[in-house]
């Protein structure tokens, strides 16, 4: 039987992508966008490192380095594996004198394998044909995986963690399908902690999110729900603690606009 969250978002889906770009000004397209430039930048040194020791070590590897595998958890309609596609597939400039150029001349021989987007909401993975990106929609649970271990070298997750019933039980997941050295990227909205955040999220975002969404989607507890989910849910703080409980190691932590946004960088340790 269909959860009501899991009805919710199939009853949004047609929306789902005009109204976060809406509601947050399109400032959600540069929080993905930061994300994969530094994704690029960790996972790019890692697999050149990689390379370099097979080749020493004149090891035959099992697969080809050239490729990242990325899984889009809790994926939606592919915003972030498409994002991540066209900035690993592609140059970029970091805007400062450094051995940037170099690493990115030498980390444009990787290419993305077609992505795996996942999500519990088969109205949000049918949003992502008409896009036409280079990946495979397949509806998932992110507590329970149909993925054999260390399938991955990138996993996204874009403000899906915090609608996870079991946000440890996901973690501990995403660290079984992660391969050792790989990357698991969390986008979201924290649970406020700063007087400017809790202000946002507790008096402005439940009076204006609502409305709007109810005007462009007509489904006003839809966007209740999300406001109120932000608010049940974790601080950063303790996210991060979490996350190293399950055996990950906290990279990165950037804020986005005072705390409004987050995106964690984990990484799965190369011997793990």
Same mark, same amino acid.
């Given at each position: ?18 109204? $976060? ?20 930048? !960790?996972?790019? &040194? ?8 097979? =080749? ?7 697969? /080809? ?10 994926? @939606? ?41 996942? /999500? ?13 990106? /280079? ?24 403000? @899906?963690?915090? $609608? ?12 079984? =399908? ?33 409305? !709007? ?43 986005? /606009? @005072? ?12 011997? &793990?």
């Amino acid at each position: 039987m269909k959860s009501p969250v899991r009805k919710m978002f199939d009853g949004i889906a047609s929306r789902y992508d005009f109204l $976060n770009h809406f509601l947050s000004c399109y400032q959600d397209v540069l929080w993905r966008r930061y994300c994969c430039k530094r994704l690029k930048k !960790m996972v790019s &040194a890692g697999l050149l490192a990689e390379k370099s020791q097979a =080749v020493e070590s004149q090891d035959k590897t099992p697969r /080809d380095l050239n490729k990242v595998r990325l899984l889009d958890l809790c994926g @939606g309609t592919g915003d972030f594996a498409n994002t991540f596609r066209k900035i690993f597939e592609s140059g970029y400039k970091c805007g400062c004198a450094c051995k940037c150029v170099s690493e990115n001349k030498a980390s444009r021989n990787f290419v993305v394998d077609p992505a795996v987007i996942g /999500d519990f909401s088969y109205g949000m993975l049918a949003e992502v044909k008409p896009k036409k990106i /280079d990946a495979h929609a397949v509806q998932l649970d992110a507590m329970k995986m149909p993925f054999a271990e260390r399938q991955f070298d990138v996993i996204l997750n874009g403000f @899906g963690m915090r $609608n996870v019933p079991d946000a440890r039980g996901a973690l501990l997941e995403s660290y079984r =399908v992660l391969d050792a050295g790989g990357y698991l990227c969390v986008l979201e909205f924290f649970s406020p902690r700063n007087l400017f955040n809790k202000f946002f999220y507790k008096v402005l975002a439940p009076l204006f999110i609502p409305v !709007m969404g109810a005007f462009f989607s007509g489904k006003r507890e839809a966007y209740e729900y999300l406001v109120n989910s932000i608010i049940r849910f974790l601080p950063v703080d303790q996210f991060c603690k979490m996350a190293e409980e399950c055996g990950f190691e906290v990279k990165q932590v950037k804020m986005f /606009d @005072g705390g409004i946004s987050f995106g964690v960088f984990l990484h799965k340790p190369g011997n &793990a």
